[in-house]
C-alpha cells in the first residue's frame, strides 16, 4: 500500500465552507483526480460504493465495525483507481466527525490510515462563535428530535446552556480544531496535514489559494481562478424556512416535496429564499466571553503547530480582546 500514491482527503468542518471547496475547486482544477463529494452539478460520486465506505468508516463503533469489508470496498472504490499522474482526492465533511450518532474520530482517523496508507489531511477552521451561530441557522434553530413532527425550535442561549453542561461532547468541543489537528498530526504525521482558515479564503483568497496549492502542489493562480466568486450554500431567509420545514415535518411526515414539484417551482422557492436579508444573530456578550474562554488555549495550540495569524481574523486567544459576538 506504501507505494500508492497519496490521497489527500478533506474531512470538513460542517458549515466551512465545504461545498464550495468540493464544487469550485476539487471539481474543476486542473490535475485533479476527484473521487467525490460533487464531481458535477449532479454526481456526487464517481463510485457509489464510495459513499458507502464513508458510512461504514463514520457511523461503525468498534463493535459493528468490519474491517476486512471496509478495506474491500476502499481496494476496488478508491484505491484502484488512484493516479500516479494526478492529484487524488476525496473530500466528504462528514469524515470531520459529528457531534451525536458518529464513531469517535480518533476511531475514523485510524480508519482512514489504515484503510488508505498514505493520506494527506485538509481541514478548515471557522472563528467558533461564527461558526457555530452558521450551524444553528442552518439548523433552523432547532433540536431534533424524531419524528420530525415533535422537533422543537430553542433559542441560541438556550442551545448553550445545553451545550455548556457537557462542552467537550456538544458540538462546542467539535469545534476546538486544535485538539482534531494534533491527533491526525499524531496519526499521519504534522507535515501531513493541511490547516485552511474560512476567513482567510473569504477575505484574502490569493494568501488561502497560495496554501491549499502548496500542501497539493499546484499553482495558486490555478485556485483562484477555480474559487473567484464562489460562493455555495448563501444564507437563505430564516422563518420562510421554517415555516416550510414545520409544514413539511406536520403535514408530510418522511417525504421530500421537492421531489412532488416541477423543476420550474422548485427553482422559484429556492430563489424565493434566497432573497431578502439574511439571518443575523448576536450573542449577549456574557456568552461571548464564555465561549472566549472556552477556545482560547486551543486556538493558541492551533496556531502555534500550524503556524496560522488567527489573530488577524479575529480568533480568541489568551489574552486577546473579545471576538466578534454576532452571525
Known sequence: MSARPPLFIHIGLRKAASTTLQCGLFARLPGLNH??????????????????????IILSDGVNYDRAVARALAEDAVLSNLSANQINTLSDEKLGGFWRGYADRRLIAERLKDLFGEIRIIVMVREQIDHFLANYIALGGEYKLAPDRLRVRLPVTDHLEYMMRYPDYEQLGHLKVGQLTA??????????????????????????????????????????????????????QTQPMLAYRSLRAHLFPGVKLSSMLSQRLHDGFQAALARGSKSHIRLPEEWVEVLHGYYADDNAQLAGTFGLDLARWGYALPGSAQPSSSN
Open 183 to 236: 491527533m491526525y498530526a499524531d496519526i499521519v504525521g504534522r507535515g501531513n496535514v493541511c490547516v485552511l482558515v474560512f476567513e482567510e479564503m473569504r477575505d484574502d483568497l490569493p494568501a488561502f489559494a497560495a496554501r491549499i496549492g502548496g500542501f497539493l502542489g499546484v499553482e495558486a493562480d490555478a485556485v483562484v481562478s477555480c474559487l473567484q466568486g464562489r460562493h455555495e450554500n448563501l444564507r437563505r
Open 35 to 56: 473521487f467525490g463529494m460533487w464531481l458535477d452539478d449532479t454526481t456526487r460520486f464517481r463510485d457509489p460504493r464510495v459513499p458507502q465506505l464513508i458510512h461504514r
